[in-house]
């Protein structure tokens, strides 16, 4: 999930009040970095926190890598532009977040406490016993990881250059400086903490600016009754819309949910699996709070420009910034953009860790030479692979936006049919979670690059992402049925009965 900074910059808020919260923000930052350094010794440590996070971080930090941005710039402007069905967008979240916790965490945890697993490919390597599955999720991860990570570098610098006034390359470098630092100091534990940090700071700007809101547009029946006035096909179930199009938001950000690599891999770290049950009930909570800012801004400012309180946007991602600086007090505006900057770092931090552990890791494995020393090798591939995306950020212009768009179908296609599917499914073979990786990827790529050259349109409502995702799984359910012969004997003992309970 990207937004257009390609096409707009952001209002320059550099005020002396918005510049001491950020570098308070970034102060708090450091100080959590520094001590998550202290407390990674180890590849596990770096990796997976050492299976150690307790439930209440894991999900305020999993709420946090969720939303990202998007929520605080990207969404609230899709609201303005279509309506209200950019809520379907959001809407699966608490099915996504039962079904994460029913289909994939249990199995995930106890596999990695049962065979020492570290990373997402790690999974789908013990459960297909196939080294060849492990690396082709590891390449299809890491593909997608190029895009978020370019998108989310080109973002925070939008964002700093925003707070203080630096420009745009200066503000990628310096976003992507902080992020790096702890990301090599402290790996995975400084993200989750961070996180946890920077998640609690946002659900509490996110409800007062949602109360602000309601303030300045007389409640949501006031707010309702202006927009009605002015655009009436704003507030309908679908907005401006084809149900088509709603649905397949739905569709793909709810299965696809159950493939993305920043949101699956904590599952590793949870220090205690039996309280996974309160995982979707608290983790669908914090996303209300986080998510209110997204719904209300969207609407808040389609009213206030109908009525003239503001005036017309230049651009949809203008939304937030403009109404931050005409409705709340500055040192909330302060307090959200600097949200907005972590959030992109908590992020990229996630893919950090994500691509560094595929490169050690995972492509070692598939190969048959492990790197013998993980911690060394995964802080060095977390430099390298920082760089490369700050660099693809600053110099590759409308390609940035190319690259981000494919991320998410990428990772639903290439690993929901292989891992949320393969997990509860002993008549799963092999072949089929190669087949679908395969397929995931190349159509994919196939259809976006197609897409990015105008060589075809969709039909409207269609997407690239549903398509991938639903050729991919029919993929694997179809060569899994023709080699179905070969499924029980690809399964290890303790797999299946880590599968069975």
Request: charged letters at 10%; a positive charge.
């Amino acid at each position: 999930m990207i937004f257009s900074l390609l096409q707009t910059s952001l209002p320059r808020v550099a005020h002396p009040s918005v510049i001491a919260v950020g570098i308070a923000y970034f102060a708090v930052i450091i100080a959590i970095s520094v001590w998550a350094s202290r407390r990674t010794k180890t590849a596990s440590d770096f990796f997976v926190a050492g299976h150690g996070i307790g439930l209440i971080a894991l999900t305020v930090a999993s709420v946090s890598t969720s939303v990202s941005g998007f929520a605080f710039i990207g969404g609230p402007g899709l609201i303005y532009t279509v309506g209200l069905g950019a809520m379907f967008i959001v809407l699966p979240a608490s099915v996504t977040n039962v079904m994460g916790a029913w289909v994939l965490a249990k199995r995930m945890r106890l596999l990695g406490e049962a065979r020492g697993l570290m990373t997402v490919p790690d999974a789908i390597g013990a459960r297909y016993r196939s080294p060849m599955a492990q690396g082709l999720s590891g390449i299809a991860i890491l593909v997608g990881i190029v895009g978020y990570m370019a998108t989310n570098a080109l973002a925070m610098g939008v964002v700093i250059d925003a707070i203080f006034g630096v420009g745009l390359g200066w503000g990628i470098w310096l976003g992507m400086g902080v992020t790096l630092a702890y990301s090599v100091a402290g790996g995975i534990l400084a993200g989750i903490y961070n996180d946890v940090f920077q998640g609690t700071l946002m659900a509490l700007a996110s409800v007062l600016v949602f109360l602000f809101v309601l303030k300045a547009g007389g409640g949501l029946g006031e707010i309702s009754q202006t927009i009605l006035a002015t655009d009436p096909q704003f507030l309908s179930p679908w907005g401006k819309l084809t149900p088509l199009a709603a649905l397949s938001f739905f569709f793909v950000f709810g299965m696809g949910s159950l493939g993305q690599p920043q949101g699956v891999h904590k599952y590793y770290m949870l220090r205690d699996p039996m309280q996974l049950k309160w995982y979707p009930l608290l983790k669908t909570l914090g996303l209300i709070l986080v998510l209110l800012l997204y719904f209300g801004v969207g609407i808040g400012v389609k009213a206030f420009t109908s009525n003239g309180v503001m005036p017309q946007l230049s651009a949809p991602d203008q939304a937030t910034p403009t109404l931050l600086l005409t409705v709340t007090p500055l040192i909330l505006a302060a307090l959200v953009f600097s949200g907005v900057a972590a959030a992109t770092m908590s992020a990229v931090n996630s893919f950090i860790n994500i691509g560094a552990a595929v490169v050690t890791h995972d492509l070692p494995v598939a190969i048959g030479k492990r790197v013998r020393n993980e911690l060394k090798w995964g802080r060095a591939a977390t430099v390298f692979i920082a760089m490369a995306a700050a660099l693809i950020a600053q110099y590759s212009g409308s390609m940035v936006a190319f690259l981000g768009i494919f991320g998410w179908g990428l990772f639903a296609s290439t690993l929901v049919p292989a891992l949320a599917v393969g997990l509860n499914w002993q008549g799963a073979t092999r072949a089929g979670a190669i087949a679908s990786i395969v397929s995931g990827l190349v159509i994919t790529l196939s259809l976006e690059v197609a897409a990015y050259f105008k060589v075809f349109t969709f039909p409207s409502g269609v997407t690239a992402s549903a398509v991938s995702l639903v050729v991919s799984m029919l993929m694997f359910l179809l060569v899994s049925h023709i080699t179905r012969r070969n499924a029980l004997g690809e399964i290890d003992e303790d797999v299946r009965v880590i599968m069975e309970m």
